[in-house]
């Protein structure tokens, strides 16, 4: 059978190595910033699943685990520019130190309408943990605490970020360049 990488291009951009670098440096902030309290990390499915597990075995605190569900891209590289619930918290965050954790932040569309909506539910604070950051395609204003990389506008796949729910499964964070068919 044929490797399936061999369908399309996949240029490392974040080597594996890096990654657990960073998500450790993370956690142990978040550990510093959080000494003596209970944190509780909300997921972003599906994106996150793999930053959040790394992540959260690092954290040396109290913690508990929920995730929520939007929807913005569909199946393409291009996002729709509307944000849609698909699934809610199991529990109430009220009263809770809130860490939401994210995958990547690009518009920051998905971010400002997740935070309006966390707010709301008043947890008593509420921060922001997102992997990998595109500034340069920002719509919204967003807030940040923890970043884990900086990165340029190209689309990217692996740990944990899909193409059409493929690549989540690559070590590394890649660039995806899809044969000119394919786009
Ligand atoms: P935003 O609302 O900030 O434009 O987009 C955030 C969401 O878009 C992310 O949670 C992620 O699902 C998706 N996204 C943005 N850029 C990329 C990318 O380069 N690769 C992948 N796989 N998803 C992306």
Do not use: W
């Not at 959260?56 to 590289?77: C, H, M, P, Q, W």
């Not at 932040?105 to 950051?133: E, M, S």
């Not at 990217?156 to 000119?180: F, I, S, T």
Request: charged share 30%.
């Amino acid at each position: 059978m044929a490797d399936f990488r061999a369908r399309v291009k996949l240029k490392p951009l974040i080597r594996h190595a890096a990654i657990r670098n960073r998500v450790l440096a993370v956690a142990r902030q978040i550990t510093r910033d959080f000494r003596g309290r209970r944190v509780h990390l909300v997921g972003v499915l599906k994106g996150s699943c793999i930053f959040l597990a790394d992540l959260v075995r690092e954290i040396d605190l109290e913690t508990s685990i929920d995730f929520i569900a939007v929807s913005s891209y569909g199946r393409g590289k291009e996002s729709s520019g509307q944000v849609r619930l698909l699934k809610d918290l199991d529990s109430n965050i009220a009263g809770l130190n809130v860490i939401l954790v994210e995958d990547i932040l690009d518009t920051g569309l998905t971010l400002n309408y997740l935070l309006r909506v966390l707010r709301q539910r008043k947890p008593k604070t509420l921060r922001v943990a997102a992997l990998l950051d595109k500034p340069s395609r920002r719509i919204r204003k967003v807030r940040t605490d923890y970043i884990g990389f900086r990165i340029p506008d190209e689309f990217v796949v692996g740990y944990g970020l899909d193409y059409a729910e493929r690549y989540r499964n690559l070590k590394d964070v890649c660039v995806l360049q899809l044969p000119p068919a394919a786009v």
